[in-house]
């Protein structure tokens, strides 16, 4: 695709925000009319019932910009792209918006979403196979397929991530926006255009989340963020070099909590892939903090760590394979260290609690 002058992008922005706004603010009510109402419990951080699927308002937002965008450009080369990006955004919200109105098996949504991501990669496995006499073919293979793994596991670790007010849509707010930015820096203008408008639908979704959630995104649309920050970060990683740095870092609280809680469960021999309440957002509201102060302190990580790490990948132009490699090691091993202080911190907590209330 080729990138469109700046007014109609930025009418394309407004346009998105406004669907996003318009569509969230439907799905209020429709989910209370259907009962589709997330009631507090064991394995929930809320204490009101509250009404699930609004993140539908995210996917109609995309949908309809992607669907202008390829009617403005369709004789451009990335075309079948944007065709299998659609199908696959449509397949998994649609999976998403019928679990969110009566549970799916998980391995259904597993199967589902492992299709949505084939439909994505069609157009790159039809030019592998172009490649097939190509020396390199099989480590090309194996790129494009640990590429698929990690976008079915970036379904799954967002839509794991999506528990209190504000948090996965704040954070998806984040990541776009660098990943925006930077393209934009680059001089790759189609990349950031299209990452720019992925920013705008999730900020028409944010203020009926944040800072006191009157929806919930539901599966419908922390599937749908998931597989698109996996887009955005493929298009980061064919635009930039250090593309791959570049998104784990502007990932890397999500990517850690997640990551570290599912190992801590794994090693620990519990059944790791049943509902729970132990990443460390979670641990965190448990020990008294309030989801405002949870979703600000993972933002203040992305303000005070990432960005400037991510402004200082960027301005080593001399050494930025180096710098980015540093710098991708230096805030994980910061986030590990901050996620293990974190969780014995709440553990602590909570022993405490369980001390002063025995009798």
């Given amino acids: 695709m080729t990138a469109i002058p700046f007014l109609p992008w930025l009418l394309l922005v407004l346009f998105a925000v406004a669907i996003s706004t318009l569509a969230t603010r439907a799905s209020i009510g429709y989910a209370k009319r259907r009962r589709m109402l997330d009631l507090p ?18 996917v109609l937002a995309v949908l309809a910009c992607l669907a202008i965008l390829l009617a403005c450009t369709g004789s451009a080369p990335g075309s079948m792209a944007s065709i299998s990006l659609i199908a696959s955004v449509t397949l998994v919200a649609l999976v998403g918006w019928i679990d969110d109105h009566r549970s799916l098996a ?16 069609w157009p790159v496995a039809g030019e592998l196979l172009e490649l097939a006499t190509n020396p390199g073919w099989p480590w090309l293979v194996a790129a494009m397929l640990v590429g698929g793994a990690a976008a079915i596991w970036s379904i799954n670790l967002h839509n794991f991530m999506d528990g209190i007010d504000g948090l996965l849509a704040s954070q998806a707010l984040f990541v776009f926006v660098a990943l925006a930015l930077l393209c934009f820096d680059a ?6 255009q299209a990452i720019g408008i992925l920013a705008a639908a999730t900020l028409g979704f944010l203020p009926f989340n944040f800072p006191k959630a009157r929806v919930f995104m539901g599966d419908v649309g922390s599937g749908v963020l998931g597989l698109l920050v996996a887009v955005a970060t493929g298009w980061v990683i064919a635009a930039l070099p250090a593309g791959l740095e570049y998104a784990l870092i502007a990932s890397s609280a999500f990517v850690v909590d997640s990551t570290a809680t599912l190992l801590s469960r794994m090693f620990s021999g519990r059944r790791w892939y049943s509902a729970h309440r132990e ?44 710098v980015a490699r540093l ?9 590990v260290v901050l996620w293990v202080i974190g969780k014995r911190y709440c553990l602590n907590m909570n022993r405490r609690v369980v001390r002063l209330e025995s009798p």
Avoid at 187 to 192: F, I, S, T, Y
């Fill in 41 to 58: 419990g064991q394995r929930r951080s809320h204490r009101m019932p509250t009404p699930r699927g609004g993140g539908i308002g995210i």
């Fill in 106 to 121: 998980p391995g259904i949504r597993l199967l589902a979403h492992a299709l949505a991501v084939a439909l994505l990669a």
């Fill in 187 to 192: 001089g790759r203008n189609v990349e950031a």
């Fill in 279 to 322: 990443h460390l957002y979670q641990w965190l509201v448990r020990s008294g903090f309030s989801h405002v102060r949870v979703t600000s302190l993972y933002m203040g990580w992305n303000l005070l760590l990432v960005a400037p790490a991510l402004m200082w990948v960027n301005a080593s132009v001399d050494k930025r394979a180096f």
């Fill in 327 to 335: 710098a991708l090691t230096v805030v994980y091993a910061l986030a």
